[in-house]
């Protein structure tokens, strides 16, 4: 009986391991399934100056994983030629993501692929690190003759820009010209009431009076409109052609005009046309003022005679004199060169009206002190707006991008300097006018493992600036991480600077960069006037564009 117990106990403990080893494989199976697998890859570790290696990342991930590649030069010192598109394959709910980069490097040398971040879920993953030897290209020197390195030669700056706004600029001119012709300038073509108002003042009467006569006054009973437009007619010619002021009389007043004129002898009209005219003005005057109405023949007969009132007169009225002539060309000369100077007047009156509206609107949108420095011009605007060029200034090489190439700077060093230092080579820009400058130096220390002094640089520089002139110098120090994740130190702050070949002193800000390892030192060193934001935003460019090499 005990052996059996035994026996059974023995069952029991061995079926309790067996199912605990069990579930232990089964969950290592399922961690294994759904943890990410990541491999690399490279083509080759060995290639010549220029050419390119491929290196190749596999990211296997479930499918709801999101997973983040490595971005833009993070694979310094080598340079990163393309990144090519991810390509994606599905099993299931598993994902397997890969991803190709192509890198290369220009010096020859062994070059250390750095680790790279796989980013999936927020959680990073780390990658191998590889070594990839760069090899010079041999050449024959028998075959190919060798030659001394040309001399640096400025290049004409080219006018191609200039040229393009120059020609925008006259089409602008030629568009608001053309408006200005059209809408003042041209000769348009006369309206029939223009045509009409150019007439002698007599032929304008009988017209008038022949328009009357088929006008519909009468058939539509409107009196009044019907005589006052007739004794208008008759009252404007007098004015006009026998020089009376007619228009602002009354019926007597404009009577007793015509008899003094022509008892005077100036008007030679008989006593019937006089009365005649005296007798339409009366019934105007009734139908006008009392709301009389005459006889549609009546009124027909009174136009009649007001036609032959004004050709009388005209017949009545002396030949005009030479002088009155001249007189009276002169006088229309005058009232055309009036209308010319007031259409003159109107046009650049709308011109300038124009142009002040297109930059208001301007300065709203883009802001008037940029319309003014685009206008007028602003030295740092222009280098903000100019070809940037990316390049690598001395060994160990410092790579930026600035808006003009930066000039070798002959640098020599002092006795005391030339023990611990055993190469110096320095690249810079000047921009008097814009108080701009940029300079890079790259240090090559004589004993190979010593460590850069970074304070005593530091104190090296700022003590640069006081000899220049410089006061009350701020200094800020904070830590620098470059695009690849080298990091270095950046020191920043204001203070008053000097103006070149002047002893005036002008805010102004700097920031310095340096970096460095066993054996070298880089720095770099910016310098701009205070509150110029367009120096601002070419300092925050060069900064983000910093890539340094950290080995020699």
């Known amino acids: 009986m005990m052996n059996n117990d035994y026996l059974v106990k023995k069952s029991i403990s061995f079926i309790k391991r067996s199912m605990s080893i069990v579930l232990f494989l089964i969950g290592a199976y399922l961690s294994a399934q759904q943890s990410p697998h990541i491999t690399t890859k490279i083509d080759t570790t060995k290639i010549k100056i220029g050419e390119q290696v491929k290196w190749t990342v596999t990211v296997d991930v479930d499918s709801t994983d999101q997973v983040i590649f490595p971005e833009g030069q993070t694979f310094s010192p080598l340079e990163t030629v393309e990144a090519f598109a991810t390509d994606t394959t599905r099993k299931k709910d598993r994902l397997t993501l890969q991803k190709i980069y192509a890198l290369t490097q220009f010096d020859s040398g062994a070059y250390k692929l750095p680790s790279q971040r796989i980013e999936i879920n927020g959680t990073g993953y780390m990658t191998d690190s590889m070594l990839i030897n760069v090899a010079t290209v041999s050449v ?155 006889s549609t023949s009546v009124a027909e007969q009174d136009r009649k005679l007001v036609e032959q009132i004004v050709v009388k007169t005209h017949d009545a009225l002396p030949e005009p004199t030479a002088e009155e002539l001249l007189e009276k060309a002169e006088y229309q000369e005058e009232l055309e060169r009036k209308k010319k100077k007031k259409k003159l007047v109107i046009g650049i009156a709308s011109l300038v009206a124009v142009l002040l509206i297109a930059t208001t609107i301007a300065g709203f949108k883009l802001g008037f002190g940029y319309l003014k420095d685009t206008v007028v011009g602003h030295p740092t605007k222009e280098l903000l707006e100019s070809d940037w060029i990316r390049s690598s200034y001395g060994f160990p090489p410092i790579q930026l991008e600035t808006p003009e190439v930066l000039v070798r700077q002959e640098v020599k060093l002092p006795p005391e300097a030339k023990a611990s230092i055993s190469d110096i080579q320095a690249f810079g820009y000047r921009n008097s006018s814009a108080l701009f400058s940029i300079a890079t130096t790259s240090v090559t220390l004589s004993q190979q493992d010593a460590e850069p002094d ?68 880089q720095y770099i060193i910016l310098t701009w006037l205070k509150d110029d934001a ?7 460019r060069i900064l983000a564009s910093v890539e340094v090499k950290t080995e020699v």
């Open 140 to 294: 024959d020197t028998l075959a190919q003759k060798m030659y001394d390195i040309k001399p640096l030669i400025n290049v004409t700056k080219s006018n191609v820009e200039l040229w393009k706004y120059l020609i925008i600029g006259l089409l602008v001119l030629a568009f608001l010209g053309g408006l200005f012709y059209w809408f003042v300038l041209r000769k348009r073509p006369l309206s029939e009431e223009e045509k009409v108002a150019l007439l002698p003042p007599y032929d304008r009467a009988l017209l008038e009076l022949k328009r009357l006569e088929n006008s519909k006054y009468l058939i539509q009973d409107e009196y009044k409109e019907y005589y006052s437009e007739l004794t208008t007619i008759v009252r404007s010619y007098l004015e006009e052609d026998a020089h009376i002021t007619a228009l602002e009389s009354t019926t007597g007043q404009l009577i007793e005009k015509l008899e003094l004129l022509k008892d005077a002898g100036e008007l030679k009209l008989d006593d019937d046309t006089i009365n005649q005219f005296q007798q339409i003005l009366q019934t105007a005057d009734l139908v006008k003022f009392a709301k009389n109405k005459p």
């Open 454 to 521: 970074f304070e005593k640089t530091i104190e090296q520089i700022l003590s640069n600036f006081e000899s220049q002139g410089a006061k009350d110098i701020i200094t800020k120090q904070d830590e620098f991480t470059t695009i690849s994740g080298i990091k270095g130190l950046k020191v920043y702050g204001s203070g008053e600077f000097a103006v070149p070949k002047s002893k005036e002193l002008i805010e102004g800000e700097y920031t310095v960069l340096l970096f460095g390892g066993k054996g070298f030192q």
């Open 534 to 540: 367009y120096a601002q935003k070419i300092v925050d």
